[in-house]
């Protein structure tokens, strides 16, 4: 087949502005593509030449696709450059240098959509000190062949600019019509491609098999699935009603959701848009070498960066520091993360994608051993919209966003690529700055670990409550000391260490260490929260809830200036707690 009958289509398609001329565009150019080729034109519709999930890529910088076109063309490289000033687009300025070269050369070996595809893939894998050089005379040869249509389109592909703007979906469309039998055969089309995540290989085996190579399309390890995605509903009674009156809710942890293929030793990793992130977790990698037990697996988890020294989550934002090329051991050591495993889709030559989720969640516990770093979400089974509700505050508390609800119906498969109402997300629809500082007492302590082994990890604090003259606890606060702070704070508390918890001490919290209620601390929190565990108010606002501070930190002031009956009362938290909502509610 020759590149000019796909640059040809190329132009059609960016001409038009229809969805549907697209398509019928695509339909003819599949149709009339030789089927041992047809994967590698579907990837070059895309302006790739693997599927996404494969890390080769062509990436050619500008500045060498214009030293090729110098070379192909004959003319120097300042030329073009001050070209493409006024095109702003390399593939028309090659499209008009090639053009004026033409008139000048007169022999030329026509382009075959093989060839370019090879040159494309040698391009890619061009590596070492010699690569730059290697491609740019590979480019530079197809180049010296290319119509200037060709050269148009060339230069696009390898410098990433093709944007024809072909979505998946519209090929899968075009895929059916032209070798599906029609669009009824869409669905199963598509299922193809959400258990795969590759055209290439979808458009091949429909191309060649038909639609009986599309049934028997299989769940293989090493090729992302197109994850599963929820709906969402903002109160229990909803939830449950939806899910037909029952469901498994689990923690929604608040960090990256991370696909694991396991094949022996070799683990890869992907992320919620497929791309291998690999690179960024070698610490999860050895985490799931360690604790999945099966020896093929593909798995689910979301990977949530963990505060080293007190090993509690921390927010999403920290996993950033994982996106780097460069000082991925640093971010280890300073970012560690735990991973929370949620689902199985592949277990050891069984796909469990059309398996109700009792059953991918009861493989998915036998073959996880759960350690320190790899948990499974936690999650409770339930009928009780008090349940529920009580397992989403306890869940906001641990630092989740909420919960995720899944429907344990015989129909909850794993609906791959698809967001539907089998997985129902319940988070709190808002977030509110908590802007003022509350003065808390601190009231126990938890041991530390890591770099805080030998001081506190974190402090229990409590707010005051005149009433009863009690101390009621409102949160743990582990955030904002400074190894200062963090040296001198037991020799600080030591004189109020007491055996037991106070007697004024109002706590639902067993702490590591108790104290005296003496020292009053200053922190800030993000937002205030009900909270089955937290006595501070407790059913003031609602019946077996206190109230709870998140993500508090501590400011650095100890207040020295105030006595533990001076600190921040509970009914100021309540104050603060519906100023917060009424915000909300204004806003
Ligand atoms: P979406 O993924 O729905 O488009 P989003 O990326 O903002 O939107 P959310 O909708 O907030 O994510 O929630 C879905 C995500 O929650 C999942 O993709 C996954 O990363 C994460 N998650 C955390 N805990 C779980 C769990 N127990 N089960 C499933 N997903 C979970």
């Given amino acids: 087949m020759l590149y000019s009958e796909i ?26 593509t030789p089927k041992e080729i047809i994967d590698k034109v579907v990837y070059l519709t895309q302006g790739r030449i ?31 450059e001050e070209d493409m000033k006024k095109t702003g687009d390399v593939g028309e300025t090659a499209q008009n240098f090639i053009a004026r070269k033409r008139q000048i050369t007169f022999f030329q070996k026509p382009l075959t959509v093989q060839r370019v595809y090879e040159t494309f893939d040698k391009m890619a894998r061009a590596s070492g000190p010699g690569a730059i050089d290697t491609k740019v005379a590979l480019l530079a040869g197809l180049l010296a062949d290319a119509s200037p249509k ?3 389109y060339i230069m696009r592909t390898v410098t990433g600019n093709l944007r ?25 089309v598509e299922r193809a491609y959400n258990i795969s995540s590759d055209l290439g290989k979808v458009a091949k085996v429909l191309a060649e098999e038909g639609l009986e190579g599309i049934k028997k399309f299989k769940v293989v390890v090493g090729n992302p699935i197109r994850p599963m995605l929820a709906e969402r509903l903002s109160s229990p009674e909803e939830i449950l009603e939806k ?55 593909i798995v689910e988890a979301e990977c949530v960066a963990i505060d080293p020294d007190t090993g509690e989550m921390r927010p999403f ?3 950033m520091h994982r996106r780097r090329k460069y000082g991925i051991e640093k971010a280890m050591e300073e970012y560690p993360v735990s991973l929370f495993m949620f689902d199985a889709l592949y277990v050891d030559g069984k796909d469990l994608t059309l398996e109700p989720y009792p059953v991918r969640r009861k493989t998915l516990e036998s073959i996880i051993q759960e350690g320190e770093r790899v948990k499974l979400a936690k999650s409770i089974t339930t009928d009780n919209i008090k349940d529920l509700e009580n397992f989403f505050l306890e869940a906001i508390e641990n630092g989740c966003e909420g919960l995720m609800c899944k429907s344990t119906a015989p129909d909850s498969i794993y609906q791959a690529g698809a967001r539907g109402w089998l997985w129902i997300k319940y988070k709190r629809d808002y977030k509110s700055e908590m802007t003022d500082t509350v003065d808390l007492v601190v009231v126990g302590a938890f041991h530390g670990r890591g770099k805080r082994a030998g001081t506190y990890g974190a402090l229990l604090l409590a707010a005051y409550n005149p009433e009863n003259d009690t101390f009621e606890t409102v949160t743990k606060c582990g955030t904002g000391f400074t190894d200062e702070d963090l040296a001198k704070l037991p020799e600080i508390m030591k004189k109020h260490v007491i055996p037991h918890k106070h007697p004024r001490v109002n706590s639902l919290i067993e702490a590591d260490v108790w104290f ?24 003031a606002i609602r ?31 309540v104050e603060m707690y519906q100023r917060q909502l009424k915000k909300i509610v204004e806003s």
Avoid: W
């Fill in 150 to 152: 060709e050269a148009k």
């Fill in 243 to 297: 899910l037909g009156g029952k469901c498994i809710a689990e923690y929604k942890y608040d960090g990256e959701r991370i696909q694991a293929h396991k094949k022996g030793d070799e683990i890869t990793l992907f992320s919620r848009r497929l791309e291998d992130i690999s690179d960024q977790y070698p610490d999860a990698i050895e985490l799931l070498r360690k604790h999945v037990l099966a020896k093929e697996a």
């Fill in 164 to 188: 024809l703007g072909i979505a998946d979906m519209t090929v899968l469309d075009a895929l059916s019509i032209a070798y599906g039998g029609g669009k009824e055969t869409r669905e199963l």
């Fill in 516 to 539: 005296e209620p003496k020292t009053v601390i200053e922190v800030l929190g993000a937002e205030i929260t009900l909270s089955p565990i937290h006595t501070c108010a407790m059913n």
């Fill in 50 to 80: 693997y599927p996404e999930f494969v890390k080769l890529e062509i990436g050619v910088a500008e500045r060498l696709a214009i030293k090729a076109l110098a070379h192909a063309s004959g003319r120097r490289e300042s030329e073009i």
């Fill in 7 to 32: 640059a040809d289509v190329y132009e059609k398609i960016e001409a038009t502005t229809k969805r549907l001329e697209m398509t019928d565009l695509l339909v003819g150019l599949l149709k009339k």
């Fill in 317 to 319: 934002q920290e996993l």
């Fill in 543 to 573: 019946q077996g809830n206190g109230l709870a501070i998140r993500f508090p930190r501590f400011t650095g002031n100890y207040r020295l200036d105030k006595a533990a009956e001076d600190a921040t009362t509970t009914g100021e938290i």
